[in-house]
């Protein structure tokens, strides 16, 4: 009879070694190797194959129906999610501890709950009681969603068997259910494997809709094996700090949606409040009478946002300058410090630069480098930029300006709220002309940076006449 075998695996990142080590090599971890035990292999490919069925397969052209949605009546959860939840489809939720997920999820269950839908929630980490005690400080006392506290997969599995109504099922969270056949502890890359892989089976079976809560890990991914995020439809992340009151809920992956996705959310003390309007938001407390602030007309997902993007200049106290950046890439913010030296002229090195994207959101787009620049000229003349502008455009590493997707989107929402001026690259004629601005907004275009730094020193001139 053939013997179990035993491998180790890694914790962090899933990589299999045949022995143990202190170090992870595909990773670098440390003490992370954890031994399982597998199953001998069985018999060859040959006789796995034998009493299988042909698949059929057809032609690519055909008429396929839009899969049905689950609304939950949070507008931007539903958005995010591409309109919904979708029956028999896997979601999974990530986010640091503290910041939310549950929190949003039990006001989505007893959303649909209220709405004559039956939801069952499964806590893994609380208590039926402690579970109850979170509904009634969100004012959901009165929903009739079900509850149930549970651990073990047979158990989990045996109750869903059984469930052929189910609308929503929330598993919270992954990494605290075990299967019994494996030796591993709960929260090991083996038994979030074989305990997710089971539940989405479940899903689709039976036809509910599955959301696995997962942990994150220090990095801000995913903790266990990253084939969960590929077992799984849809990967959402919350973001954002808890000492503050934004949560930015964002779209990694979704086969029903559009990926990048973000909704936005303001924590109160009844929980999560969708904010409909998050540019007006993020720029409701912009002074655009101080130096070194520039308003970033960007897009996230399928959605324009406008937000402030704040830079601050110090002569540095000794040795190498500081660079703190928060919200935006530090080594994009390193390269365009390059570019306004020696491209443009400017003398940044010998001072300390802090940069910080107003509102919590983060932004990774490669649009934002030309209001960036703009706040960094700013607080390096000490000028401020023009309050009724907004700017955006990717730039090179010759200084050059180079255009970027859904200007009208952006230069529409700027108009709508208010801005009279854009600054944005030139625009390359479509079909033969370029594309009109929105009423009231004047367009400054702009081919190198060298034009940006232009303007605020025709603003510094004047002063120094003065003097």
Not at 280 to 301: D, H, P, Q, T
């Amino acid at each position: 009879m053939a013997k179990d075998r035993s491998r180790f695996v890694c914790q962090a990142c899933g990589a299999v070694s045949p022995k143990w080590q202190g170090r992870c090599d595909a990773c670098g971890d440390w003490n992370t190797l954890i031994e399982e035990t597998t199953a001998p292999r069985g018999p060859g490919p040959a006789a796995k194959t034998a009493g299988g069925r042909r698949v059929e397969f057809v032609g690519l052209k055909g008429e396929s129906a839009p899969p049905p949605r689950i609304v939950t009546g949070i507008a931007e959860l539903d958005r995010v999610l591409g309109g919904g939840f979708v029956p028999a489809s896997a979601v999974l939720v990530g986010g640091d501890p503290g910041i939310g997920k549950s929190t949003i999820l039990l006001q989505a269950a007893a959303r649909l709950a209220s709405g004559g839908r039956r939801v069952l929630y499964i806590s893994g980490e609380e208590a039926v009681e402690q579970v109850r005690l979170r509904a009634a400080r969100l004012g959901l006392s009165d929903s009739p969603m079900e509850l149930a506290a549970a651990s073990a997969l047979r158990d989990i599995g045996a109750s869903l068997e059984q469930e052929s109504d189910a609308a929503l099922v929330v598993m919270d969270s992954i990494q605290t259910v075990w299967l019994d056949a494996l030796d591993s502890a709960p929260g090991t890359v083996a038994q979030v494997r074989a305990c997710a892989a089971e539940l989405i089976r479940l899903a689709k079976s039976r036809g509910f809709a599955l959301v696995l809560v997962g942990h994150v890990t220090k990095e801000g991914t995913l903790a266990g094996p990253r084939v969960l995020e590929h077992m799984v439809d849809a990967t959402l992340y919350f973001e954002g700090d808890r000492g503050h009151q934004f949560r930015i809920l964002r779209a990694v992956k979704n086969r029903f949606g559009a990926t990048d996705e973000i909704g936005v959310f303001e924590m109160t003390d009844r929980g999560l409040v969708e904010v409909a309007n998050p540019s007006a938001l993020f720029l409701a407390e912009r002074r655009g009478n101080v130096s070194g602030s520039a308003v970033f007309a960007g897009i996230e997902g399928t959605r324009p946002v406008l937000v402030e993007i704040q830079a601050l200049l110090s002569p540095s106290s000794g040795g190498s300058p500081r660079r703190q950046v928060v919200g935006w890439d530090s080594g994009r913010l390193s390269m365009l410090l390059a570019v306004l030296e020696a491209r443009c002229g400017l003398s940044l090195g010998q001072n300390d630069v802090y940069l910080n994207i107003a509102g919590g959101l983060r932004i990774t787009e490669p649009a934002a480098d030309l209001a960036v620049a703009a706040a960094l000229v700013s607080a390096a003349t000490d000028r401020p930029t023009d309050s009724g502008a907004v700017y955006f455009g990717e730039v090179g590493l010759s200084g050059e300006v180079r255009q970027v997707s859904q200007a009208d989107s952006r230069l529409r929402e700027a108009a709508k709220l208010g801005f009279t001026a854009a600054t944005l690259p030139r625009r390359i004629a479509r079909g033969g002309r370029a594309a009109a601005a929105p009423e009231g907004l004047g367009l400054s275009e702009i081919g190198h940076l060298t034009d940006l730094v232009a303007r605020f020193a025709e603003k510094t001139l004047p002063a120094r006449g003065k003097a």
